[in-house]
């Protein structure tokens, strides 16, 4: 058995998966998106200041969502925690048991 001399990381430690982050930026674009198209919408039903308002949402959004789309989280340092090594119960010399499951109903 192979010994590492840096200290392992702790899963609680670890950083956020690529994948979760990746998830999560795409959930922020659909959103704002979502968002744009109903100032589209808004912007045929209003009228006035708030038809206006909404075309410069519609106009607006794109920018945002892709910048929300690009940011990427800056990853911290982390902590490492030394992980306490575990010690097999039975040492790897012993003799192995044999014998057989019983599943007790209850």
């Known amino acids: 058995m192979s010994r590492h001399s840096a200290p392992a990381q702790s ?24 968002i744009r198209t109903a100032c589209f919408i808004l912007a045929v039903v209003l009228t006035g200041w708030l038809r206006w308002t909404a075309v410069a949402g519609a106009v607006i959004l794109p920018y945002v969502a892709v910048v929300f789309a690009n940011a990427v989280k ?26 057989y499951v019983v599943h007790h109903p209850e």
């Open 11 to 34: 899963v609680t430690t670890a950083h956020e998966s690529l994948a979760a982050e990746q998830s999560a930026r795409i959930r922020k674009y659909l959103i704002t998106m979502a």
């Open 74 to 99: 800056p990853r911290g340092p982390g902590v490492l925690q030394e992980v306490t090594p575990v010690t097999p119960v039975i040492a790897q010399d012993a003799e192995t048991l044999e014998g």
